[in-house]
């Protein structure tokens, strides 16, 4: 939730303003003075305040300039007097994002508030541009799925963090937004994804918490660290088992407290956002190996969300499979019509190590090297290196095998049942059970 600050004397205002504010789903403090107002800043995350001019103790010019001491983007709007076009001239040019003049109704208040709220919307996206892929539908009828469903509609409607678990590519960070859009925060926040299996230790704590003017050399000016980007919204922990332990109990704090400090700051920041972990290795081992740390992991384990393999997601393949040939088709201006027989069968049957992600990349590298019009995935089988699954597609001609030359023999012997056990060297029973057992649906 984004924070607003409103900041006026009269205590009917700050009441009535506040209440909008909050009925708008957004959280608010308020301040009486312009001290209380710096204090409030100085320790809390705020997007948006609005400053009445005449204060009692500062002018609202001058606390424009102080606020945005303690952070530059905050956006601020001015509730200025009738006739004083001046002052709203001059804190426009203080850096006001807009004024509004005194009396003012609810609606005047409301629009400006949601204004400014989807400008800085759109200002965070673009900083994390990059981190947009990964939205789509979730595709999957199988019953794991629907389970996997269920807790993410139980997810959305709470606070509590989540522990997202998985083999790697079966779509952690797809349940993670697909949180984020449900909830609370898809209205307001922004989704961040930070992954922690990609930086090092001090690398982590300033993109995370940022860092304070001055932290270490190359600190030349304030940076906002991830967490900060993220107030009001929600924050992805992808491979949090990577976690530096070193930073562990700063996570804790911030989920315990929703409090953190800058690197090289020395004060307490409050801010409210979403905390969504997610990991393919396995935590409790590394609690034991010491290497993670048991508070935190039972902390992020309030609501558990356990991702199915693809091999455990039955006609999902297929269902996930068509999907992805429909989506690439578009995407590639493509116009395959499908998968042959045998090919369905070898979605169905290849164990998927790489899960969704490999699935997909298969189809896609089928599709660029497809004349047919039809995908065969015969590079799939090629790949397979998997022994199990050689394995498996040897019994299965075997059993191929087995049944033709049995048919063979039936048909020479016209069909002579102790005939043709005797010639194939088994006994009635066994020929009966193999004949039921490779009836011609098998
Ligand atoms: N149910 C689904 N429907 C459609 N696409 C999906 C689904 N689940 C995953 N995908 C796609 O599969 C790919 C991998 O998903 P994602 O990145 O969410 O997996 P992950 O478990 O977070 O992987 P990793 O552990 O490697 O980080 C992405 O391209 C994603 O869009």
Request: hydrophobic share 40%.
């Amino acid at each position: 939730m984004s924070s607003v600050l409103i900041v006026d004397d009269n205590e009917d205002l700050r009441f009535s303003l506040s209440s909008v504010v909050r009925k708008n789903d957004f959280s608010v403090e308020t301040a009486a003075s312009g001290s209380e107002a710096l204090e409030i800043a100085h320790s809390s995350v705020i997007d948006l305040a609005f400053l009445d001019i005449g204060l009692p103790d500062l002018h609202g010019i001058s606390l424009i300039a102080n606020l945005r001491q303690i952070t530059p983007d905050m956006g601020i709007v001015m509730l200025t007097g009738l006739n004083d076009a001046k002052t709203a001239v001059e804190a426009l040019k203080a850096g006001a994002f807009d004024y509004i003049v005194k009396p003012f109704d609810m609606i005047e208040f409301t629009t400006t508030l949601h204004r400014f709220m989807q400008s800085r919307l759109m200002e965070k996206k673009a900083l994390i541009e990059h981190q947009q892929d990964g939205e789509g539908p979730l595709i999957g009828q199988s019953e794991p799925m629907r389970r996997v469903r269920q807790s993410i509609k139980t997810a959305a409607s709470v606070e509590s963090p989540v522990l997202i678990t998985g083999e790697t590519g079966t779509g952690k960070e797809m349940v993670a937004r697909a949180i984020h859009h449900e909830g609370q925060g898809g209205h307001r926040g922004i989704f961040v994804k930070v992954d922690c299996g990609t930086l090092s230790a001090n690398l982590v704590e300033s993109e995370l918490f940022g860092y304070e003017k001055g932290a270490f050399t190359d600190a030349r000016s304030d940076k906002k660290g991830l967490v900060e980007v993220a107030s009001g919204g929600t924050l992805f922990l992808d491979e949090i088992g990577n976690l530096p332990i070193e930073l562990q109990p700063k996570l804790l704090r911030l989920i315990e407290e929703s409090t953190f400090r800058k690197v090289g700051g020395l004060k307490d920041i409050k801010v409210q956002l979403r905390i969504i972990a997610a990991t393919n290795s396995d935590l409790l081992a590394a609690i034991n190996a010491g290497t993670f740390r048991e508070d935190l992991y039972y902390r992020l384990n309030v609501l558990p969300i356990a991702l199915p393999s693809l091999r455990e997601r039955g006609e999902d393949i297929v269902l996930l499979a068509d999907f992805f040939l429909h989506r690439l088709n578009r995407e590639m201006k493509r116009d395959i019509k499908g998968f042959t027989n045998p090919a369905t069968a070898i979605l169905r049957s290849y164990p998927w190590p790489g899960n969704i992600r490999e699935l997909r990349n298969i189809i896609e590298r089928e599709i660029i090297f497809n004349n047919s019009g039809w995908l065969t995935l015969a590079n799939l089988v090629h790949r397979w290196n998997s022994r199990d699954v050689e394995l498996d597609q040897h019994l299965l001609s075997l059993q191929e095998m087995e049944k033709r030359h049995i048919k063979n023999v039936l048909t020479r012997t016209g069909n002579n049942k102790s005939q043709a056990a005797r010639i194939l060297g088994i006994s009635r029973t066994t020929l009966r059970q193999k004949l039921a057992s490779s009836a011609p649906d098998k």
